[in-house]
Every structure is written in C-alpha cells, then in structure tokens.
C-alpha cells in the first residue's frame, strides 16, 4: 500500500504497518512539512492520503493525491491512489486509472488497479471519459509517438508533459495529457484545428491546452463527438470550440476558456453542445448558439467579462416584424453581426430554411459583469433558467424578444444602482439606460415565466416590459403600433424586489421555495385511491387550498355560525343530528353549533373532514383540551404563538395523550365517511402528527422568527423594503380584524388591543416562555401559518365592551366549550374526523349512514374547485328531510363578481347548471343566500328537493335533457381547454371538468347515462369534445367494464413551473408527442382532464380501460399542460403498455334510496346526430312522455334547421304541428 520512500519517515511507516493510521497520517505530515518543494513530497503526500484512506477520509485523500499529481505528474501511483479515492462515476476517475495504468507499462496493471480501472469504465457517462480495453491503451512522449500508437490500433493515448502536433486519425480516439500538455494543429495540415472531429468519429482530450492557426476553432466537430474534459483555451486570436453540424454533439467539462477574440464556444447548423463546471473569462463571446443550432445546456458554469454577450442563443423561426425590418434596412444586428461574416449568414439561412427551434438549458450558473448582455434570448429560443447568478451585466442580464418562450425560476440578479455604458447605451444615442433585471422586448407570443428569483434593485426594472414599462414614450408606442409588433405580459410569481446585497437568499434557499417535484420517489410506493383518480375537477400541479401551496389555516377566517339555523329544527323532531363539517379547517362552526343545538335527549354526531392531517389533528387537541382543562387554555392554543407555562404544559399533556393513549370515546378517525376500515390506520397520521408536535424542542424565540420569515417572504412582491412589507401585513390583518368586529365606542381601545395580538401573536398576559407548536405544519415542523386570519374573524366578542380583549372573547367562548365539554363527557355528542380531499371522500363509493347527513357545511372551498363539483359531490350525502340543508360560502369568487356587478345573480350563475336540472338529478332545490357579516363573502344554501316539488323539476323528456346538458358540456371542454388567466378567474371557477358530466348522470340517471353522453359527443362539445370520450364513457354504468390504476413516471422537469396556474392533462398519441411543442391537439388521440398528481413524487396515476391498453399496444401518455398557444408538453411521453398497473373499480357513490327513475324514452335520443356519424336520416321522428301534470314530445328533424328559422308549435285536432318559417336566398318564404 505504502509507496517506497525516497526520504522515509521509518516512525510513520512502523505507525502504518502497526495499524495506527491516524497516527501515521499525523507522522507523515511532519515528512510533508520538513521535504517541502522538494521531489520527494510527491511521495509523502500519497503515503498520507493512503492513510486517510484507511480511515475513510476520501476527500482528505483526494488532495493530497491532487498535490502529488501536481507536483509529479508522472507518479504513477499518485494515479493508482486518486483513482481509489475518488467514486467511479466521477470525471476525474478514468482519466485517473488510465493515467496509472499507461505509467505502469509495459508492465501489467495489478489486480486493485484493474479492479478500479474496469469500476471506470463501467460508471462512464455521456460527459465522461469512455475507456478502451487494456491491450488498447499507450503512452507518448512525442508527436511521433503520439500518431505511431494510434496507426498501431490504441483507442487511448497518455501524453507526457510537453507540446504535441494534431494528426487526424481515421477512427475515435482519446488523448490523456499529464502536466502541462499542449496540443497544437499541425502547420503542414488540411486542418487548422488543434482537433477536429469528423467523418463519425469520437475524439475526446483530457487536461490538454489547445492552439489552432489562422484564427479557426481550437476544436472542432462537425459530424461526430467532441468531448473535452479539464482542456483550456487561453490568449488565443480565434475561438475555443465550434460544433457545427446536425450530427455534431460536444460535451465539455471542468474546461476553460479565457481572454479568447472570438467567441469561447460557437454552436450552429443542427448541433448540441452540453458544457459542465466551465469557466469563460475575458472572451468577446461566450457561448454563441444560432443558425440552426439544436441545443446548448449549461451546468455549474461561470461567464465573466465578456464583451459582448455572455450567453447568445437565437433560434431560427423569424417573425415577421424581423423580416420587414430587415427588408427596409430598419434592421441593425447585435455586434457580432455588424460585419458581415459569410460564414454566419449562411448558418442564419440555414437555420431558418429548416426553421429550427433552440432549447437552451441554464443550471447553476455564475453569468456576471458582461458587457453587453448576460444572456440573450431571441427568434424562438425555448430556454430554462435555474438557481442561476446574474450581476452587474450592462445592460440587461436576460433579453427576450422574438417570440421565445423563457422560464426563469430561482435565480439572483444584480444590478442596482448603475447606468449603462454598452453597445445598447450607444444606440440610443447616448441617453441614460440604466442596468435591469430580464427586460422582455417584442416577444409577440412568447412566454416569459420570472417565478421565485430574487432582485438586488428596484421593482420597476427587475422585470421590464416595453409595452408597459416604456409606454410613456410617445414615439415608442407609435412605432409599436405602426409596426403591428407586441408582446404577451410576463407571468411574475412570489419575485423579492429590493434586495440588500447582504440580504440576498441564497440560490439554495431559493430552490428550496419552489415546488419540488419528484423530491420524494419513495411516495410513488404507496396505492391511490380510485376515487383521487377520478375527482370531479380539473387537475391542477398543486391544489389551492393545499397547506404547503398558500398557508396553514390555523385559525378561520370566517366568523362561527350555527349549520343548523336553529330555526330550522322543530322541536322533538330529531333526536339525533348528523353533521358533515366537510373542508372544516378550525372548530368555530363546530363549537358554535354544538351549543346552539344543545337540547336534553337529543345526539349530535359531528364528522369533520379535512385535507391537511395537521389541521384535524389540531382540532382533536383542541377537544381533548375543552374537556380536559380550561377554555383559557383553549382560548390560547385556539389563537395565540406565545404561551405561558401553564398553557404550555396543558398542551403538551393532550399532545403526548393523543399520540400514545387510547383515544376517549367521544373522538375517533376513520378512513372515510362510511366509519368503516382499521381505525388505528385513520388515526395514524394524526397521531404521528401530535407526537411530532409533543417532542418539538422549537424555542419560543426560533417560532417568532420564522413567522418573521415568513412575513417577510410574504411582502416579496412589494416594492417596499422588507420591514415595510412586513408593517403593511400587520397593518393589513389589522384592518381585516377590525372589519370583522365592527366600529362603537369601544373601537379605538380594541384596535390597540387587536393591533398588539397581532404583532405579539398573544392575547393573554406576559410572561410567555413556549411557542404554541401546533401553529407548525406536522411532522415537518413547519411554520406556515396564515398571518392574515386572527381569532377574533372567527369568534365574535362578548360583553362588556370595556373588557380586555381575551376576557370578551371568553365571553362568547367560555359558554360554548363548558356546554360542548359537557356534551363530549356524556356521549350526547361525539366527533369523527376523516382525513382527505374533500371531493375524493365525498364521492367515494364506500356507503354513508342510511339516512344521509342532516347538515353539510362545505366552509368556502368552493373558491378553490368549483360550487357546481361540491354539490355533486355532496348531493347524495343529503338527507330527505324537510330540515336537511347543504351550505357553501365564497368569498375570493364573491368579491370578484361583485366587483364585475354580478352580485345579486352569482348564487344561481356560479353553480353552471339550471335549477331544473339540479332538482331533477341532483335532488338540490337552491333556498336562498347571504352575506357573511362582515360583506366580502356570501353564504348560500341548498335543501333536499321532495318528489312534490315539480316546479322546478324539468319535463320527462330525454330530448330536455339533452338540451339542458349541451350548452354545459361544450362549455365543459372549452374550459379544460383554456388556459387559466389570472389565480383566481370567476368565470374560469365555476365549471368543473368533463368527467363532472359523466357524474351527474350517473348520479341522477343512471340507467340512461352512457346513451346521453353519446348523444351529447355527436351533437355539442364542439370539436375537442370527442377527444374526452374515453373519459366520460369508462364512467357510465357497465358491469362489464375493466378499468385498469396507470402509474406514469413525470420525471423531475422543472418545465411545469410555467403552468403554476394552468390544468394539467394527460395526452394519450399514438404516437410519442415533441417535448416542448404546442398546438398538438391534432395529434391527440384522447384527452384525461381528472387523474391523480403527486407533485412530491412526480407521479400521475390515471384510469383506462383494459381493453384500450390491450388492444393499442402503441398507446403514448404524456403529462401535458393547457398554455396560451396550445397543449405544452412538460414531460416525456411513455408507451401505456410499458406502465405499471393495477386493477382498479370505478368509485363513485350513487344517490341514496329510493333512486328517482326518470323512465325516459331513449327512441329519439339515439337517432340525434346519425347523420353527422354517416347514416341516412328516417325523417322526422318523435317520442312523447305523459305525467299527471305534463306532455312532453320530443321532436327530431330530419336535417339541421336553417340558421335565422323561426319554430312554432300547436296542437291541432288532437295533433302536434310544428312549422318551420325561413326564407331562402331570393327572400321567398318557405
């Protein structure tokens, strides 16, 4: 193990053989110290690394084998020891072994050397130094050496120290430099490259300094592969590589380029190049791609003080406001264009001949102080920008314009304070041009996404927008209109403006912001529910009232009500009360309502069900502690941060209670609302939360400061500095808080009061000396609490007026929790708490008590799906009774029609269906509506409708039917069609997706489901409605249908980043779709707008049929996204049959007993729209439906009816005439 010493230290080496390494290891560093810049170092250093080593210090290892190999390059074993320290995948470990092996010659290689010379090989990557054989590996000393090896059949060339002329072999090679090794083109050659790489071959040079002639490339490939690993190009007059080619890849890693006249890297005419950890200084250009160029990916690169551009990337498609410029001479080309250069021009035409789109990758990179542009983006270049540092480039640090789709998240800007002194400055004619951020010029259709970066100067020039930041220039905007040029607004998510440079997150802790998709592969493991593979609504990337997508709402926002009206309850009438607190968030309502209905004799059965296991687990500490110990201890659990010891202890008992003891009788968790399944299961996820909360060691001090975080992270978007966005979100709540309580005498002493809660985040008296840790998202022990909500929106304060603000509260609460503890202890009143997406275990197949729930409060999800999917959802929970109701409230969507004038018609307008048609599948008949207390949300209600209601039943007629339903579902696909366009769109939220349609017929007519969505595919949906045939007719009632659970494999791709807002689909091709492509609807075969989306683990699983997955072997999924331009395809498509599966019943439940038969006549309904299919009409055709109380006859006629005809109908004689009045061309009546 140990080399031979040339000045032995005979103490370490006794140390070593005797097995003290770290003893050793310290011996050897007085050798180290005492032969310092001496030969013999080399060799002192690889004796310690060997030490270290043996104690499993690798990295220790690996420096000082670095220093041995810098002092003697051609130490064998220093490489035998790198190689050994160093993983084999990673870059440095094949040029290592094969360095070892070559100094070794001609001796062979021992059995470790071997061992980690094939471990190399094995681990090699596409940026990676691919190894030969053994018998195929040399070693040179000279040029001649160098090309008689390769003539002799070597695949792989070691090169002692010195300088080396170019041959051009015949097939792939690799040259390995030691030391300094210089690579020069050969001046009697056809080439000027110090390498080139062409005819299919692979070349690939490892630590090498390159030098061409006559101002060419140092390295060029053309049609092959360039693979350049630890190479420099440094003082040179030409450029360092160009790849040019549509065969042409190169990869480049841990390579530098500096002070070069050209461009450092030139990438055109078809070619890829992929760099890694390079650095380019003080070159004109940095990485140049243009002219047809196919991609350019950088990663853990640096770019400084370039000239011009830093990074250039133009693709190929021209607009036309480029082509008129260019043809009235309007046009002046950035510099690298202002001579003409024919070589360059004909790579334009080229690319733009072909129309070649450019993908453009940016990872982890430095781009800084450039003189003429960071990074330019142009002509359709697609480009992904991630926790990346632009500073101090002049004049912008990202240009888009050219309709070039760009998507920006994570990154540091820099630029504040200075004025411009570019080549953009000088075409201006010298007038002030100050640095900014990104700056999107006339990008057409482009999108530009800014999500999550951080800015070191002002708002107003982070993200620029000549439409709108220039539009105070008169001439601008005239030339703008003259030209007919524009540009889509930039998409600008959870930005910080106003950075102190010393202030600034790191990239880190930017990422860290974002969504991490897949960050958690081990999820996937776990089995999806079917009815999560089938919610009745669009899919989103993340769900709105997710925890982790907004806030953790810990405290309502709403004030408590009683769901029963009280009024609504004849006395006597139930001696027991089923309640539904569906979405339930915190306990005001239950609280609330549990005292108004208190009555001797009479049960209250309460089920609350929630999406977030730390809400529910919140509420069952809350209990425990109503029963357990005072309703000042719940008062400030309930509402505050900071608790003293006595609150303090009193949580942490209920906390542990819960966690480890039996639960009390009063309070259980069960899977669904069936009550059925393992409940230590259902209790599992709320234990594990309380336990997480019992053992927290969070101080008071470290809980305060993330909620000043917090607040901070949450004033990003103001322009403001930090404290002040953080004052005006206390000033904020402030007003919301005084909102809810109201004005009177005592106004000015409970804003001092309410301004104190919410700044100090406590009601009761100091001392406080523990944080109330179930403000923290469980188990992860994560404070996202949302700030604006505050105990007194939810509880309404008691008498006196001139009482402490705590004391009126306790007030109202006091009584409430003594009569709710008493109820709990007695058995009169228990609670169940159900865990999930409300919509999931609201249509979960699993039955529910017999008699239905006599109260369902849905709270104001509906904001977040829409009022039309809750109700269906909740429409066979519902009692029959006269006193069932079901309430929903809006709040975001109420102010938004309010504020369009839509107000007095929003309760009926927002469910998108008729009362006809909910009373006759939905059983719903519409009550009435309220405003909340405090006008900025509306409470509207719903009641079971009996059999005697007829008036707003529609007619018994399957053609009413078709009618009612066509409008909606052509306005069904239309909206899964649309991308969303702002987070909270009125219009955009009252519909659900297709597969909503499918539920309510199977909800209300079952039996005649699968004929009425056929009939609505033949005649509405407009033209993208067939593509959702497979989804709404696998849901239609047949026994025989198979459906199998699809997992498909998303990736990680940071591509959905763009789509924060827009539905999610699955596209299912038969052939793979184009990554990155839009407007591919014609290439669609089927479309799935419900499926389950696990952002954590990066999964979708949907449901087909098994006879499709049988019988279309070539079936593609794609997880695609609805953009402005089309379906953009996020992720890459895979084969079906390819996917695991399993199988899976369809899971909805159907409406309660007795079900409601329509009995309608179908004859009709399956002729409309036989024509359109290609079958012969029979003429007119008619059906007719009697009742007591009504004839309905539907009418089918033989072809379409003339746009603008008139249709009247009587009976005559016992008949139905029906007459058509329309006038053709001539004006003659017909």
């Not at 035998?80 to 070892?100: I, N, Y």
């Not at 000396?769 to 105990?791: D, G, H, K, M, R």
Request: charged share 15%; aromatic share 6%; proline share 5%.
């Amino acid at each position: 193990w140990l080399a031979t010493p040339m000045t032995a230290n005979s103490e370490a080496v006794a140390l070593f053989k005797a097995g003290d390494f770290a003893a050793a290891a310290d011996a050897f560093s007085g050798v180290i110290s005492s032969l310092h810049g001496t030969p013999d170092e080399a060799v002192a250093l690889v004796n310690r690394a060997t030490c270290y080593s043996k104690l499993g210090k690798a990295a220790a290892s690996e420096a000082d084998c670095r220093r041995a190999v810098g002092l003697a390059p051609l130490y064998a074993k220093a490489y035998t020891r790198l190689a050994a320290a160093l993983p084999a995948e990673h870059d440095d470990s094949a040029p290592a072994a094969a360095a070892a092996v070559a100094l070794s010659l001609p001796k062979p290689p021992s059995d470790e050397l071997r061992a980690l010379y094939d471990a190399a090989a094995a681990a090699a990557s596409t940026r990676s130094l691919g190894l030969p054989e053994l018998s195929r590996l040399a070693i040179a000393s000279t040029s001649a050496e160098c090309t008689a090896a390769l003539m002799r059949g070597a695949k792989l060339v070691v090169l002692r120290p010195g300088a080396y002329e170019y041959h051009q072999p015949m097939a792939s090679f690799a040259l390995v430099g030691l030391g300094s090794v210089e690579l020069r083109s050969r001046s009697s050659s056809h080439s000027s490259h110090a390498v080139y790489a062409s005819r299919g071959i692979t070349a690939q040079l490892v630590n090498v300094a390159l030098v061409g002639l006559l101002h060419n490339a140092a390295a060029c490939v053309d049609d092959g592969t360039l693979r350049l690993i630890g190479c420099s190009v440094r003082d040179y007059e030409g450029a360092g590589v160009l790849a040019a080619g549509p065969s042409a890849q190169a990869y480049l890693v841990s390579c530098a380029f500096e002070r070069c006249a050209k461009m450092a890297v030139e990438v055109r005419e078809g070619a890829s190049v992929e760099a890694y950890d390079c650095l380019v200084q003080g070159c004109k250009q940095g990485f140049n791609a243009y002219g047809g160029a196919r991609s350019l990916v950088l990663k853990g690169c640096t770019i400084l003080r370039c000239t011009n551009e830093g990074v250039f990337a133009s693709g190929s498609v021209q607009n036309a406001h480029r082509t008129r410029e260019e043809r009235q001479g309007e046009y002046v080309p950035p510099p690298f264009l202002t001579v003409p250069n024919a070589v360059s021009l004909a790579a334009e035409a080229w690319g733009r001949e072909r129309c070649c789109a450019l993908s453009l990758s940016v990872t982890d990179c430095n781009i800084s102080s450039n003189c003429s542009l960071g990074l330019s983006c142009d002509n359709g270049c697609q480009a992904e920008v991630r926790t990346s540092s632009f500073e101090w480039n002049d004049p912008y640090s990202v240009l888009v314009k050219g309709n070039s789709d760009v998507s920006i998240a994570a990154c540091r800007f820099v630029f504040a304070g200075k004025s411009s002194t570019s080549w953009w400055a000088q075409k201006g004619g010298g007038s002030a041009l100050k640095l900014a951020g990104v700056h999107v010029a006339i990008n057409y259709g482009g999108d530009v996404q800014v999500v999550g970066c951080a800015f070191a100067g002002a708002e107003e020039l982070a993200v620029e927008e000549e439409m709108t930041s220039w539009a105070h220039k008169k001439d601008f905007m005239l030339w703008y209109k003259k030209t007919g040029a524009w540009s889509k607004p930039a998409l600008k998510l959870n930005n910080k403006f106003d950075c102190e440079l010393r202030e600034m997150p790191s990239l880190s802790q930017l990422a860290a912001s974002l969504p991490r998709i897949g960050a958690q592969r081990a999820r996937a493991a776990g089995v999806v529910p079917a009815g999560a593979q089938c919610r009745i609504t669009r899919t989103f990337q993340q769900e709105g009232w997710s925890p982790t997508a907004n806030q953790f709402y810990a405290v309502g926002n709403t004030r408590g009500f009683d769901v029963t009206a009280g009024g609504l309850l004849p006395s006597g009438a139930a001696d027991e009360l089923r309640i539904l607190l569906a979405a339930c968030g915190d306990l005001r309502n239950l609280v609330t309502t549990a005292a108004a209905c208190a009555r001797p004799g009479r049960q209250l059965r309460f089920v609350c069900n929630d999406g977030n296991a730390s809400m529910l687990a919140r509420d069952a500490v809350l209990l425990h502690l109503a029963v357990n110990a005072t309703p000042e201890a719940v008062l400030a659990v309930w509402a505050d941060h900071a608790l003293g010891s006595a609150h303090a202890s009193a949580l942490r008992a209920s906390c542990a209670a819960l966690a480890d003891e039996p639960w009390p009788d009063w309070l259980r968790a069960t899977a669904g609302l069936s009550g059925s399944g393992s409940e230590a299961a259902a209790e599992a996820p709320l234990r594990e939360a309380c336990r997480a909360w019992a053992t927290c060691t969070m101080t008071l001090a470290e809980m305060l400061r993330a909620r000043d975080n917090l607040l901070n992270k949450q004033g990003i978007s103001s322009s403001v500095s930090s404290s002040q966005a953080v004052q005006s979100l206390v000033r904020y709540s402030l007003e919301l808080s005084m909102a809810a309580v109201g004005g009177g005498s005592s106004s000015k002493q409970l804003k001092k009061e309410i301004g104190e809660y919410v700044r100090v985040g406590s009601l009761m008296p100091p001392p406080h000396s523990a944080p109330n840790i179930t403000l923290l998202l469980s188990p992860s022990l994560q404070y996202c609490s949302y700030f604006s909500s505050s105990i007194v929106r939810a509880l309404p304060l008691g008498d006196p007026p001139s009482a402490p603000l705590a004391k009126r509260l306790l007030a109202t609460l006091a009584p409430q929790l003594t009569t709710l503890a008493a109820q709990l202890r007695a058995g009169s009143t228990s609670v169940s708490l159900v865990l999930g997406d409300v919509l999931t275990v609201a249509t979960d197949c699993s039955p529910c008590p017999s008699e239905g729930f006599d109260y369902i409060d849905c709270s104001n999800v509906a904001d977040y799906l829409s009022v039309s999917s809750v109700l269906q959802a909740c429409a066979p929970l519902l009692s029959a009774a006269p006193h069932a109701r079901v309430r929903l409230e809006s709040m975001t969507q109420y102010r938004l029609a309010r504020s369009a004038g839509h107000a007095k018609t929003f309760a009926q307008d927002t469910t998108g269906l008729s009362p006809a048609v909910l009373a006759t599948l939905l059983r719903l008949h519409f009550v009435g509506a309220c405003e909340l207390h405090t006008g900025d949300g509306l409470r509207m209600e719903w009641a079971s409708a009996d059999a005697s209601a007829q008036a707003d039943r529609m007619s018994p007629s399957a053609g009413s039917l078709l009618l009612e339903l066509s409008p909606l579902f052509t306005r069904l696909v239309a909206d899964q069609l649309s991308p969303r366009k702002v987070m909270y769109d009125c219009e955009w939220r009252q519909m659900g997706g297709p597969i909503a349609l499918a539920h309510l017929l199977k909800l209300g007519t079952p039996e005649h489901a699968r004929a009425l969505i056929d009939a609505l595919l033949r005649t509405a949906g407009g033209r993208h409605g067939a593509l959702f045939s497979w989804e709404l007719t696998m849901h239609a009632p047949r026994s025989e249908l198979v459906l199998l659970s699809l997992r498909l494999d998303a990736g990680g791709s940071s591509r959905l980043l763009r789509h924060a807002v827009n539905p999610l689909l699955i596209a299912l091709s038969d052939k793979p779709l184009s990554m990155g492509s839009k407007k591919q609807l014609g290439s669609v075969k089927q479309l799935l707008s419900s499926f389950h989306w696990d952002e954590d683990s990066g999964f979708a699983t949907f449901l087909l049929p098994a006879t499709i997955v049988a019988k279309c072997p070539s079936l593609h999924a794609t997880l695609s996204a609805v953009g402005p331009d089309g379906l953009d395809v996020v992720f890459a498509s895979r084969r079906v049959a390819d996917l695991p599966s399993l199988p899976q019943a369809a899971a909805w439940r159907a409406m309660r007993p007795p079900h409601q038969q329509l009995g309608l006549d179908m004859s009709v309904l399956e002729r409309v729209g036989v024509a359109a299919a290609g079958q012969s009409s029979p003429g007119w055709l008619a059906a007719v439906a009697r009742t007591p109380s009504c004839l309905a006859v539907d009418c089918l006629a033989p072809s379409p009816i003339p746009a603008g005809a008139r249709v009247s109908a009587c009976v005559v004689d016992g008949a139905l005439r029906i007459t058509v009045h329309h006038q053709d061309n001539l004006g003659e009546d017909d």
